[in-house]
């Protein structure tokens, strides 16, 4: 079983920032992808940012310039750094890893955070 445990939201105002976290744990024997997703209030759930293995970063357009992604492999943790925060950018934020849990290239598996809620006031 492996489980993401995130820290890190608040409330800010705009212009302000906050840093993420997300670290997984339990039967892991390698993580593929790690990432950011987001769900504001009425819409559907979006990717914010992903980092894979090898360290090659994707970003969802609006973000680009303001949130840099990071990974500590040693310690099997995933960084969301949020700068320059808009209203716009309120929403909960989840963290996803995309894992195997054994030598197998097969056993993969995509795992879910419980979710952090970022909330900027204007």
């Known amino acids: 079983q492996v489980q993401l445990v995130e820290s890190g939201g608040g409330l800010v105002q705009a212009g302000g920032s906050l840093r993420l976290s997300c670290t997984a744990s339990?039967?892991?024997?390698?993580?593929?992808?790690m990432g950011w997703y987001r769900r504001a209030p009425g819409k559907q759930r979006e990717l914010v940012a992903k980092?894979?293995?090898?360290?090659?970063?994707n970003y969802e357009d609006s973000v680009k310039g303001r949130f840099t992604i990071s990974r500590d492999n040693a310690k099997n943790t995933v960084y969301l750094q949020m700068n320059s925060l808009e209203p716009e950018d309120t929403a909960v934020y989840y963290c996803?890893?995309?894992?195997?849990?054994?030598?197998?290239?097969?056993?993969?598996?995509?795992?879910w955070g419980q979710g952090t809620q970022v909330t900027v006031s204007s």
């Open positions: 339990g039967s892991i024997f390698s993580i593929n992808a």
């Open positions: 996803n890893a995309r894992i195997r849990y054994t030598g197998y290239y097969w056993d993969v598996n995509d795992y």
């Open positions: 980092i894979i293995s090898a360290g090659t970063t």
